[in-house]
Every structure is written in structure tokens, then in C-alpha cells.
């Protein structure tokens, strides 16, 4: 049973943005895991593996790899038990189902959203 649920993909021309929404699916797991852990965001493109994208801690502090540093922005908003993925400038090497986890290194996983970027 999928504790968390992605929102917000589809499809993109390159060059353009989408808002990505990660939250709990079960209240009580809701306000144990986003205010108290890291959350990530990883991808999956096509025919390849799973790879990180970035995280943010408990109290707002973000890491990200370095091929969206400048141009994706996680945040999260603790009161609304829901952590956000802002992609701006999208090429077409960021086409792949996007994936949250939480914790951050846990088993728990949402079913991914999928993000197309055309040319």
C-alpha cells in the first residue's frame, strides 16, 4: 500500500516549468513523516535506473544534484503535510517518472508522476 502520492506531471515543451506535489496518502503517517524527516525526490527516465534528484530536511534544507542545481527547487510546506518539486527550464533529458520518498532512504514510495518534455 503506497503511503504517498505524487501530483502535478505531464507533458511540457522544453524550455517551460511544472510543480511537482508529494503527500501522504494516510494522515497519521502524513504528520509522522513531513515534519519530522527528510523527504527526496528521485527519477526514473526511460531504460534507465532510478536516480536521485534532491532532498530536503526536516527544517528546509536542500540539496540537489548537480544536473538541476539552478533549475529545480524542492520546498515543503510542514502545515500542509506536502513537499514540492518546481522544475524550471525543462530539457528533454528530465523526461522520466518523478518519485518521492520518505524518509528520505526509507521503503516508502509513491506510484511516481510522469514528466514529458517535447521539443
Known amino acids: 500500500q503506497e503511503q504517498l502520492m505524487e501530483s502535478g506531471g505531464g507533458l511540457v515543451q522544453a524550455g517551460g516549468s511544472l510543480r511537482l506535489s508529494c503527500t501522504a496518502s494516510d494522515m497519521s503517517f502524513s504528520r509522522a513523516i513531513f515534519s519530522r524527516n527528510s523527504v527526496a525526490w528521485f527519477r526514473q527516465a526511460p531504460g534507465k535506473q532510478r536516480e536521485l534528484v534532491g532532498h530536503?530536511?526536516?527544517?528546509?534544507?536542500?540539496y540537489y544534484v548537480d544536473s538541476v542545481r539552478g533549475r529545480f527547487t524542492i520546498s515543503r510546506d510542514n502545515s500542509k503535510n506536502t513537499v514540492y518539486l518546481q522544475m524550471n527550464s525543462l530539457n528533454l533529458e528530465d523526461t522520466a517518472v518523478y518519485y518521492c520518498?520518505?524518509?528520505?532512504?526509507?521503503?516508502?514510495w509513491g506510484k511516481g508522476a510522469l514528466v514529458t518534455v517535447s521539443s
Open positions: 520518498n520518505a524518509p528520505y532512504g526509507s521503503e516508502f
Open positions: 530536503v530536511s526536516r527544517v528546509g534544507d536542500v
